[in-house]
């Protein structure tokens, strides 16, 4: 397997809308990232990933795109994004967009033509069937609805619609609409960005005939079907193979087996992906899963594919609340995941905020919620027969809004995110939590990930070394090496708020190692291969030579 520049990046995901607003409409914008560029690349990350800033009714944060050739007005000009780029690539930093190609937002121009008549030259552009017995074509839901059917009364058929009412589904078998896409996609390559990252990717193809499901619930149906690697081996085809760029896919419902046909280098679709098997399917952490997720993933793709590492993201509370303790033990918990997330194998990413320990937000009443889905769902649990109380209460948790409050910069008011009215309440707890004070404090959480950064640019094992976990046995206790040539690195941690004494296999004695970081002040006691490890301690030794 290859060596490659995008293998050996972190990358910092960047939320623009919650990130800085520079012009006080209460969004953050273009500008906003623009003006803390340099604050990015102090961190020592490689490539910031944008989400989605193109011209958009904005229904579900900018993932219902109305125009691909556009800038959504409260994002800025693309004069704005021309310099954001060039800014980015003067300071040694990539730039990753984030796509959406499953869908577009119901007002996009192709969409209305599609809709205006059955004789319509972009019918087919769309997916459009008729109903069964005045019923939607088939049974399934969406992601954000009780149904993936959308009644339009005009030409009396239903459009297709995998996520919102809003977003209807681009018909990928219909070879215009491809062609479309990819003229597009070189339109942003050629303007100079670093690469993709292509949303619900794994959705493009449909399951024949859309048969009605037996667990309607499941919506597995609606991801990963025959006929999607034929379409991303043509993206890779007569897009991506003419450019020195890295393309990573949003791969829901998928094992490692199947994640393989994705990433696979020599099936030439793409480079690496996001699996959900710990974001979607481990509400709270359980360190026993996420050892066997790891073990598998690394045995299912090493030496042929290329992995990803997050526990949060725009759409996926804040770690340290919902992983961690974000209470008395938020400071070391938040350095225990980062020292964990950039020493497996793949890419770590890091969200917005989590360098300096943001914690999830829970708001006491839904008018203070903007996620479509979440809104959505509440409306259903109302209707099934739930107390308004109780469904706030069933939602909060996992809610996308906990990770979309403003970048809290500072202790002034709205976290210095905007001199408005923010689009979404600031997390109360700003004024102790916040970049300023974590730059001021040599030991925050923000130089922790600085420090990790580095070591991983010194120390090529945390990118190409193996993986080989050890005491798996050990409930609360999560420890592996990473090696490469003569270089072993040993990651050791205790997940739990008591103290734990750890024995290390023979072989592994602390004289002969040497402590690269840890999240404690001071040491603590070592004593040959034996560690007494503190409340959601971390540290990662190199050996030589194992």
Not at 53 to 71: C, R, T, W
Not at 439 to 464: C, G, H, M, Q, W
Not at 507 to 529: A, W
């Amino acid at each position: 397997m290859n060596n490659q520049w995008w293998k050996e990046s972190v990358v910092y995901q960047v939320y623009w809308r919650s990130f800085y607003d520079t012009n006080g409409d209460g969004y953050g914008d273009l500008r906003g990232v623009i003006e803390r560029l340099d604050y990015i690349k102090g961190l020592g990350v490689d490539v910031i990933w944008l989400n989605p800033f193109y011209a958009s009714p904005d229904k579900d944060n900018g993932y219902d795109i109305s125009d691909y050739y556009s800038i959504m007005p409260k994002a800025g000009t693309m004069g704005d994004f021309e310099e954001l780029l060039d800014g980015a690539h003067s300071r040694g930093l990539k730039v990753m967009m984030d796509l959406v190609v499953n869908h577009t937002s119901d007002q996009h121009p192709w969409f209305l033509e599609s809709k205006s008549g059955k004789d319509s030259p972009k019918r087919d552009w769309y997916i459009w069937r008729d109903g069964v017995d005045g019923r939607p074509p088939n049974n399934w839901r969406s992601y954000f609805c009780p149904s993936a059917w959308e009644y339009d009364p005009a030409t009396n058929q239903y459009y297709f619609h995998s996520f919102a009412v809003e977003q209807p589904d681009l018909n990928w078998e219909n070879e215009e609409i491809r062609k479309e896409i990819y003229k597009m996609m070189h339109f942003w390559l050629r303007k100079g960005i670093d690469g993709f990252r292509l949303d619900a990717i794994a959705l493009l193809a449909k399951q024949e005939g859309f048969p009605n499901a037996d667990q309607p619930e499941d919506i597995s149906y609606l991801t990963n079907n025959p006929g999607v690697h034929d379409y991303l081996k043509e993206m890779n085809r007569e897009v991506f193979s003419h450019y020195d760029i890295v393309t990573v896919g949003e791969v829901a419902f998928v094992s490692p087996e199947e994640g393989l046909l994705y990433v696979d280098e020599q099936r030439k679709e793409l480079n690496t992906l996001f699996h959900f098997e710990v974001c979607d399917e481990m509400p709270t952490w359980d360190l026993k899963q996420f050892k066997e997720i790891q073990k598998r993933w690394y045995e299912g793709l090493w030496g042929r594919g290329w992995n990803s590492q997050f526990l949060n993201n725009h759409d996926h509370t804040r770690l340290v609340t919902r992983y961690g303790n974000d209470g008395s033990y938020r400071v070391q918990s938040a350095k225990l995941f980062a020292a964990m997330l950039h020493s497996l194998p793949g890419i770590p990413y890091i969200y917005q905020g989590e360098e300096i320990g943001m914690t999830g937000a829970r708001f006491d009443s839904i008018d203070d919620y903007n996620d479509i889905a979440m809104k959505n769902k509440y409306r259903e649990l109302l209707v099934a027969g739930m107390s308004p109380e109780q469904a706030l209460a069933v939602l909060q948790p996992l809610s996308r809004d906990n990770s979309r409050t403003p970048m809290q910069w500072d202790s002034s008011s709205n976290a210095g995110f905007t001199a408005g009215e923010p689009w979404i309440k600031a997390n109360p707890n700003y004024k102790e939590i916040n970049v300023e004070a974590e730059l001021k404090n040599p030991d925050s959480i923000f130089y922790f990930y600085k420090k990790l950064i580095e070591l991983r640019k010194t120390y090529k094992a945390f990118v190409y070394g193996d993986y080989q976990p050890i005491l798996e046995n050990q409930e609360h206790v999560y420890a592996y090496t990473r090696t490469y040539g003569e270089e072993t690195l040993l990651f050791v941690s205790n997940f739990q708020e008591n103290a734990y004494s750890v024995v290390l296999p023979a072989g592994f004695s602390m004289s002969e190692g040497r402590m690269l970081i840890g999240n404690y002040e001071t040491v603590g006691y070592e004593r040959e291969n034996t560690l007494q490890l503190r409340p959601y301690e971390a540290k990662i030794y190199l050996f030589a030579e194992k």
